[in-house]
């Protein structure tokens, strides 16, 4: 099954002022970036696990500081749904209210439709009985109809266009691993053509390489074109700074789903961790995380006996 949850945190924590930028650009010009904004994610968690669901969801809380003239901070929740969800406006607004309730602070919430249903687009959450009216809108991105309606998804400077575009292209291929791996090629060639900096090229090369998963044999063939591709430009595609970031990278978010989940275990084994260097056994330990009972069970997957 695709992890589209650990790509799109990690871009949210790294690239959030380039991801307002993109998808919700009033809010961007209406915050004050030469202060520095704050994730909050650690207090997030606290709060959703105070009212635990049972699922996990990728979002990310930010406090920043507004350009009226005002000495005035707010925080922005921001969601990233990736599957039609019933209850979606319901939890929305529950969480909502959750994280006003923790810093009494005006509370934004955005959400990223990432899903590939045409027709489903909540936007708010309402009732109203005997005169008394709860309602809450929010703004909402489909990135369907980015897809379906922009030509210069492949050659945007933003770093969320390609991901865009990325996370668009894995659910069309879902059934189809040639299709998958000509696209990851393709998007992950145009990376070097958009002009962005190394740290955001390294970025989008783990998160792409992440969401555009493939069968061994298909993965196979990706690292062949990129070899080949080396020796015709005859530049490193891959440098030894990204494969290290992309390591990084996902024993981080191996670690901060272990917090999650098992309550603050796993930095024990951060160490044993650091020590593997074969990328699909890391991706094999982060998408065990989300089924395994144990840290025991999972860390039969590096430590066999």
Not at 24 to 52: C, M, N
Request: hydrophobic share 40%; proline share 4%.
């Amino acid at each position: 099954m695709t992890d589209f949850d650990s790509p799109w945190k990690e871009a949210l924590t790294l690239l959030f002022e380039r991801f307002l930028a993109y998808y919700f650009p009033t809010a961007h010009r209406g915050i004050d970036w030469t202060r520095q904004f704050e994730s909050l994610d650690k207090e997030l968690q606290q709060v959703l696990r105070d009212a635990e669901s049972g699922r996990r969801v990728v979002d990310h809380l930010v406090k920043v500081w507004l350009t009226d003239g005002t000495e005035e901070w707010l925080l922005i929740h921001v969601e990233v749904q990736a599957q039609p969800e019933a209850d979606f406006a319901t939890r929305l607004y529950a969480c909502n209210y959750r994280i006003f309730d923790r810093f009494q602070r005006p509370v934004v919430t955005f959400a990223i439709l990432a899903d590939d249903r045409e027709n489903w687009r909540p936007s708010c959450y309402e009732y109203e009985i005997w005169g008394f009216r709860v309602r809450m809108a929010f703004p909402t991105v489909k990135l369907l109809d980015i897809v379906n309606s922009r030509t210069d998804l492949e050659i945007d400077a933003n770093p969320f266009a390609v991901l865009t575009l990325a996370h668009v292209r894995t659910q069309e291929t879902r059934n189809d691993p040639e299709a998958r791996r000509a696209w990851k090629f393709r998007l992950i060639k145009s990376l070097y053509q958009r002009g962005l900096s190394p740290d955001a090229v390294r970025t989008l090369f783990r998160c792409i390489d992440w969401m555009m998963d493939l069968p061994k044999e298909a993965e196979d063939m990706f690292w062949d074109d990129v070899t080949q591709f080396e020796k015709e430009n005859q530049m490193p595609f891959i440098d030894v700074a990204t494969r290290k970031g992309m390591e990084k990278g996902i024993i981080e978010s191996i670690l901060m789903d272990w917090d999650y989940k098992f309550e603050g275990g796993g930095n024990e084994y951060r160490e044993e961790l650091q020590e593997i260097t074969d990328l699909e056994l890391l991706r094999k330990i982060l998408r065990a995380g989300k089924t395994a009972g144990s840290l025991e069970v999972i860390r039969k997957l590096w430590k066999p006996q």
